[in-house]
């Protein structure tokens, strides 16, 4: 199970970046997929997810209406595009796959993480 992000890099504000999670192992489909920063001394926060019932999206208040998070299924692949970057967008980005399902009585959680993606928004 694994999830590789790529895509991240050095911007000028006012910039664009698509950054994109690959999911091999599991179906990622089945899974709630989220993009997640987290900022020199500060704590991880979350930016954006995307549901596995219906693909409905939520993003933090920072970002909405700059970032649009989408998935592939075909390729298994979550896509976090951002435009208007700003400086405060600075961060390395995680992508996390998130499930809970019941089997046999009990509630089980799969919970993946991939290693990051750094993204600088700097002139």
């Known amino acids: 199970v694994q999830l590789v992000e790529s895509g991240g890099g050095l911007v000028q504000p006012g910039g664009s970046l698509r950054l994109s999670c690959a999911a091999s192992g599991f179906t990622s489909s089945s899974y709630a997929m989220s993009w997640y920063r987290q900022a020199p001394g500060k704590e991880r926060e979350l930016v954006a997810t995307i549901t596995s019932a219906d693909d409905s999206t939520n993003y933090a208040d920072s970002v909405k209406g700059r970032f649009t998070i989408s998935r592939d299924n075909a390729k298994n692949t979550v896509y976090l595009q951002m435009i208007s970057l700003k400086p405060e967008d600075t961060a390395v980005y995680y992508c996390?796959?998130?499930?809970?399902?019941?089997?046999?009585?009990?509630?089980?959680?799969?919970?993946?993480w991939g290693q990051g993606t750094q993204v600088t928004v700097s002139s």
């Open positions: 996390r796959a998130l499930r809970t399902y019941y089997s046999g009585g009990h509630y089980y959680t799969d919970d993946y």
